[in-house]
């Protein structure tokens, strides 16, 4: 449905985890329509829950909710994990000093299904080794 391409370049994944999404009747038919982006959005625990932050879902054009004008494209949005495994991923989060970024969006059945990921912080070097190495393939492969 959807992929965070860059969170691979930009992060060094550790452990993915599979979580559902807390979304209306309008946002799942614009999903379904193919309206959403991950790309820039990560993932935060606050008070024992996990939301998403920042990710896009369209507007739904035959909508008749009347919330025509409000700007709910990029509000935060429940993850839907088990609360041992929300204080697990808190504990990391706050003792390695490690991050939650969405790496997919998928659907499991008729639910639609996100997949975050811990990640660490990729150094500017790291990133210019990834560039190099897929530069020397390519040549590789024209040759």
Known sequence: ??????????YELLQ???????LTGDEIKSVRAGHLSIVDCYAYIKNGECFLRNSYIKEYENSFNGKR???????D????LHADEIEKLRKKIETENLTLVPTKAYFSGSNLKVEIALARGKKLYD????????????TQ???
């Open 127 to 138: 990133k210019r080794e990834v560039v190099k190495r897929r530069e020397l393939e390519r």
């Open 77 to 80: 949005r429940k993850l839907l």
């Open 69 to 75: 004008g409000a700007d709910t494209t990029r509000r």
């Open 1 to 10: 449905m959807a992929e965070n391409r860059r969170a691979r370049f930009e």
């Open 16 to 22: 993915t985890y599979e979580a559902g999404i807390v």
């Open 141 to 143: 492969r024209q040759n």
